[in-house]
């Protein structure tokens, strides 16, 4: 198994471009998820998924949509980058809604000038 | 608001040591708490959770953390630590099944 890709791994952004950020699992796994990472604030939860078909919104969800039509591909789009927006971006996923234990992609870093 | 602290940045201990790494919660309901370890350039790794049951659990690599409802704290430890233990450690609370609120780190230096 690949466990969780992501991709790309690194991009850089120019203000007002918009992009998706690729994530895909062959786990079979349910629960899926985005995070940003920032220096000193941990990583926040940004949209998030139970199964296909289904979103909901995280702690820091503004600049960001997210859709799941299959269970195995979790894509993030910005749809007019800003540069609060630069970050390392993590892609999660786990069994299921309640098991709590995620497997994590490599990350992407992005930087928006 | 849900939230979850982890009051070190960075903690130093020698190797052959016990460790621990701090981490509290705050209380809404009876969180699922999680500890995850970063090494330089990769994602997180799962360590160890705490459902319910017995306060003391027991993880990944020889860690173990210490459940205290009473101070809503959840804190890591180990009896003799590594160096190769060096690494970023993230404490998580998981709210309502679905959303996670991770520390903001502690960075563990373990020196020979």
């Known amino acids: 198994n690949a466990g969780v890709t992501q991709t790309p791994k690194f991009q850089v952004l120019k203000t007002g471009q918009s992009m998706t950020l690729q994530c895909a699992q062959d786990?079979?796994?349910?629960?899926m998820s985005w995070y940003r990472q920032d220096p000193g604030m941990g990583l926040r939860l940004i949209h998030y998924?139970?199964?296909?078909?289904?979103?909901d919104q995280g702690e820091v969800p503004n600049g960001y949509n997210v859709s799941r039509s299959t269970t195995e591909d979790f894509p993030l789009r910005l749809l007019s980058a800003a540069p609060s927006q630069t970050s390392v971006y993590f892609c999660?996923?786990?069994?299921?809604?309640?098991?709590?234990?995620?497997?994590f992609g490599p990350g992407t870093r992005l930087t928006v000038t | 608001a849900q939230s979850v602290a982890q009051p070190e940045d960075q903690v130093n201990v020698a190797e052959g040591n016990p460790l621990t790494v701090k981490c509290t919660y705050s209380?809404?309901?009876?969180?699922?708490l999680f500890w995850y370890v970063q090494y330089p350039n990769r994602g997180l790794q799962f360590l160890l959770k705490?459902?319910?049951?017995?306060?003391l659990v027991k993880g990944s690599y020889g860690f173990e953390a210490e459940f205290n409802k009473s101070q809503t704290s959840f804190h890591l430890k180990k009896p003799s630590a590594l160096v190769s233990d060096s690494a970023l450690y993230f404490c998580?609370?998981?709210?309502?099944?679905?959303?996670?609120?991770f520390g903001s780190g502690t960075k563990l230096n373990v020196k020979p």
């Open positions: 999660a996923s786990s069994y299921s809604q309640g098991s709590g234990e995620q497997y």
């Open positions: 998580a609370a998981m709210y309502n099944f679905n959303k996670f609120y």
């Open positions: 209380v809404s309901g009876n969180p699922y």
């Open positions: 705490y459902i319910t049951g017995d306060n």
């Open positions: 998924s139970v199964g296909a078909g289904i979103t």
């Open positions: 786990m079979n796994h349910e629960y």
